[in-house]
């Protein structure tokens, strides 16, 4: 069986999700940030491939449960994720997150997990990075928030021999950056809790317009 790794989960803050501004209010913005990270919380607490979980954020107070916090300046995902893979835990491998994906699931991960031979990418549905596995961590710079980033990070991996897997998950894939996400989640059939307080705020019926 392979081992249990540090499952780092990247957050920019309430105040994020600026592409939805006009869209959902502040208030609304941040409830909405809060719950899809608790969802994705709560599928690295349930995948067997995850020993411990670190919340990379400049608001400490988002994180639940058993999470433990890394405040970084809110400057972006590469630079948190960067400052995460420094600590002395990830010498047993690391499984990166992002903390807009409210569909993951402990299933998921664990899938993932178990592709990385040492590496495993499911890529966002707008070829970002949604989450990664590293087994080895330092062979090479994985590339995050960046035009094409799974691409470039599949290319980083190769130059630095090392071999990464693409796993196509639409779990994985969903994130949720602008209004038509928003209202695909909220459409979705799973019941998250994201899902849950998307219903609250928007007090309509049907799907995309």
Known sequence: MLRA??????VRGRDGKSRLDGFLSPDERARLVEAMLADVL???ADASAVSEILVVTPNPSLARGDAEVLVDDGTGHAQAIACALGDPRVRAGA???MGDCPLASGHSLDRLAEAAKPVALAPASDGGVNALVLREVGAFEPAFGVTGAAVLTVERARAAEVEAAVVDDP???FDVDNPADVWRLREHEETTRAHAVLHEILQVTGGLV
């Open 171 to 173: 779990e994985l894939a």
């Open 5 to 10: 790794v540090l499952a780092i989960v990247p």
């Open 95 to 97: 499984l990166v997150v």
């Open 42 to 44: 709560a599928a690295c």
